[in-house]
């Protein structure tokens, strides 16, 4: 440690290391107005671990002819950090496509995660993923859609309206 440093502001540290973990909150959409969480990525060896706790979930509803389901429901990266509600019957739109920085087939994007099932309006899982370090994602927006991932549709799939966003910020 230098003399004095702590007076400096954290950005000119020289020291200064990449963050090792990132959250985002997260808000509902007229949607799923009741939707609030959390996601928390922490860098381990080799990747990242992702931890999200929701609750507030739209009730499940099968399909139905032609008619999507309602949940599990869709989780990704999206790419930009950007949660403005703007239409409200299809919100979250500034938030782009998802997050494929390596310009791979949809399923296997770095930004596509496994779907999110309610337990009567909550949800929680942790996983792991060798596709990124928190501090690559810092400044995206996580996406819960109204429906499952459909992992065909290409370039992003096709997982229904978006219900709930979040800016991924360092932490």
């Known amino acids: 440690?230098?003399?004095?440093?702590?007076?400096?502001?954290?950005?000119?540290y020289p020291g200064r290391r990449d963050p090792e973990s990132a959250y985002a909150q997260i808000s509902g959409s007229k949607l799923?107005?009741?939707?609030?969480?959390?996601?928390?990525?922490k860098d381990v060896p080799n990747g990242a671990e992702v931890t999200v706790e929701v609750i507030g979930l739209p009730k499940y509803r099968p399909a139905h002819g032609d008619v999507a389901p309602i949940g599990p429901?869709?989780?990704?990266?999206?790419?930009?950090g950007d949660c403005a509600m703007g239409d409200e019957t299809d919100p979250f739109q500034q938030a782009g496509g998802h997050w494929n920085p390596y310009n791979q087939p949809h399923g296997h994007h770095p930004g596509d995660f496994p779907v999110l099932f309610s337990n009567d309006g909550y949800a929680r899982m942790s996983f792991f993923t060798n596709r990124f370090k928190s501090k690559d994602i810092i400044g995206k927006a996580i996406i819960?859609?109204?429906?499952?991932?459909d992992y065909r549709s290409q370039p992003s799939g096709d997982a229904g309206k978006r219900i709930g966003c979040g800016v991924i910020r360092a932490y």
């Open 32 to 41: 799923a107005p009741y939707l609030q969480g959390y996601v928390l990525f």
């Open 1 to 12: 440690m230098y003399p004095y440093d702590y007076y400096l502001p954290y950005h000119y």
């Open 73 to 80: 429901h869709g989780f990704h990266i999206h790419e930009n």
């Open 144 to 149: 819960i859609h109204q429906n499952p991932d």
